[in-house]
């Protein structure tokens, strides 16, 4: 379909999409190393690249290709397009279990990250999905949940409990799920034609509803590491975030630097993706939750930098956009 012809939801929502998959594939050759050694061997990334030769978990990828995030956010966009009044936690389990098996056949190593995996081995030996992720505090429920942001109307608690009902079986804590509603908020916003800036304190309302709802363990304020984010990118220097907030695969520290890496770009999208590809650590994942989010907002970028993604992955991405809309709508 045109783009010209979509609404513009449905706009928002391809952005989301999109930016999504430009951010993971642009940190996809840096992911896990320390800024130190991605400037050794690559010198600052301003495009995309093939990693190095050996790289620990990205070995076998080309340049441009995505990883788990991008797959997992597509792979939770259909199981929620296939039973949208519900949630099915075996379905998904086996969802993500298929998944993984089909990365292992391709000797691939970028698989199911740590609370994942223990979740869901849980689930398996007959553990109710209610317990099975009372420890997840890692950003795999944030990397997905752009579907959720498209498909839920922007009002705080409600993105919060379908926040909570999608990630439970794997992620089911305060602080990964106040960081992921954080995320889907600023999507559900961008779909009304809100801006990054404007979305900002619904997203934090989002948090703190979030918050209240799962196990208690980890980060007991997402919002206020948001909020921190935010401020210390008022400075201007990434290194401040660095230095406060951190990059890791922990919700307190990736989805609080998504954040900030959206406000240092001042609404250019592909240079917070940049940053957020040479902020060392957990990289593709920074990136995807940023683009996904700069993508629902407004942010733009370069025609090429989409095409080239798309091209790589053979990703038609449109059409699922326009029925997450479409079941939005009907909400």
């Known amino acids: 379909m045109p783009r010209d012809a979509l609404s513009l939801a449905e706009t928002r929502a391809l952005a989301a999409l999109q930016g999504l998959a430009v951010g993971d594939a642009?940190?996809?050759?840096?992911?896990?190393?320390?800024?130190?050694?991605?400037?050794?061997?690559?010198?600052?990334?301003?495009?995309?690249?093939?990693?190095?030769?050996?790289?620990?978990?990205?070995?076998?990828?080309?340049?441009?290709?995505?990883?788990?995030?991008?797959?997992?956010?597509?792979?939770?966009?259909?199981?929620?397009?296939?039973?949208?009044?519900?949630?099915?936690?075996?379905?998904?389990?086996?969802?993500?279990?298929?998944?993984?098996?089909?990365?292992?056949?391709?000797?691939?190593?970028?698989?199911?990250?740590?609370?994942?995996?223990?979740?869901?081995?849980?689930?398996?030996?007959?553990?109710?999905?209610?317990e099975t992720g009372l420890r997840g505090t890692t950003n795999g429920a944030a990397m997905r949940i752009a579907p959720v942001g498209i498909l839920e109307p922007a009002k705080p608690a409600r993105i919060a409990a379908r926040v909570a009902r999608t990630c439970r079986v794997t992620h089911n804590t305060g602080e990964a799920i106040a960081g992921a509603a954080a995320v889907a908020m600023v999507v559900s916003c961008g779909l009304d034609g809100m801006g990054f800036d404007a979305a900002l304190d619904p997203a934090l309302a989002a948090a703190r509803e979030g918050q209240t709802l799962g196990n208690p363990v980890g980060e007991p304020d997402m919002a206020g590491r948001i909020a921190l984010s935010l401020t210390l990118a008022q400075t201007g220097d990434p290194e401040a975030l660095l230095a406060q907030i951190g990059s890791s695969v922990a919700s307190r520290e990736s989805v609080p630097m998504?954040?900030?890496?959206?406000?240092?770009?001042?609404?250019?999208?592909?240079?917070?993706?940049?940053?957020?590809?040479?902020?060392?650590?957990?990289?593709?994942?920074?990136?995807?939750?940023?683009?996904?989010?700069?993508?629902?907002?407004?942010?733009?970028?370069?025609?090429?930098?989409?095409?080239?993604?798309?091209?790589?992955?053979?990703?038609?991405?449109?059409?699922?956009?326009?029925?997450?809309v479409t079941l939005r709508d009907a909400a």
């Open 26 to 130: 642009l940190g996809m050759p840096a992911q896990t190393l320390p800024r130190s050694e991605i400037a050794a061997r690559y010198g600052r990334i301003t495009g995309f690249i093939a990693p190095f030769d050996g790289h620990p978990v990205s070995h076998g990828l080309s340049a441009a290709q995505i990883t788990d995030d991008t797959e997992q956010t597509l792979l939770l966009a259909r199981r929620l397009m296939s039973t949208p009044d519900a949630f099915d936690d075996a379905g998904w389990a086996q969802d993500l279990l298929d998944w993984e098996a089909g990365i292992r056949a391709k000797g691939l190593a970028d698989l199911l990250g740590p609370s994942s995996k223990r979740a869901i081995e849980a689930l398996l030996a007959g553990t109710p999905p209610e």
């Open 258 to 324: 998504a954040f900030g890496l959206l406000a240092l770009g001042k609404g250019d999208l592909w240079a917070s993706l940049l940053m957020a590809a040479n902020i060392g650590d957990d990289t593709d994942t920074i990136g995807a939750i940023a683009g996904a989010m700069g993508g629902a907002t407004g942010g733009s970028l370069p025609d090429t930098a989409i095409s080239a993604v798309e091209e790589a992955n053979a990703l038609d991405l449109a059409p699922l956009a326009s029925a997450l």
